[in-house]
């Protein structure tokens, strides 16, 4: 059994920062991608920052240059760190990765964090 346990979010002002931790637990014998993804109500889910195991990154354009994201694979932890947020950054963010376990490789979703950006 593995889960995605994240922390971080919360309500912020305009121009304020943010960093977002997912942590991976359970039989695990190998992360692959972990990345990020966001849901703002009324829109499809889109993908915000994307990081391999050997640390390459990928970023939506909305994010380049105010967010970046990092890992501790020792610690098996995603980060993002989120700076120069605007509202339109307000959504759910979500962790994801593609972990091997006894079973196989399989995608893994954390349970999801709010982040609001508002004065």
């Known amino acids: 059994q593995v889960q995605l346990v994240e922390s971080g979010g919360g309500l912020v002002q305009p121009g304020g920062s943010l960093r977002l931790s997912c942590a991976a637990s359970?039989?695990?014998?190998?992360?692959?991608?972990m990345d990020w993804y966001r849901q703002a109500p009324g829109k499809q889910r889109e993908l915000v920052a994307a990081?391999?195991?050997?640390?390459?990154?990928n970023y939506a354009d909305s994010v380049k240059g105010r967010f970046a994201i990092s890992r501790d694979n020792a610690r098996n932890t995603v980060y993002l760190q989120m700076d120069s947020l605007k509202p339109e950054d307000t959504a759910v963010y979500y962790c994801?990765?593609?972990?091997?376990?006894?079973?196989?490789?399989?995608?893994?979703w954390g349970q999801g964090t709010q982040v609001t950006v508002s004065s």
């Open positions: 994801h990765a593609v972990i091997r376990t006894i079973v196989g490789m399989s995608h893994y």
């Open positions: 359970g039989s695990i014998f190998s992360i692959n991608i």
């Open positions: 990081i391999s195991s050997g640390g390459g990154t």
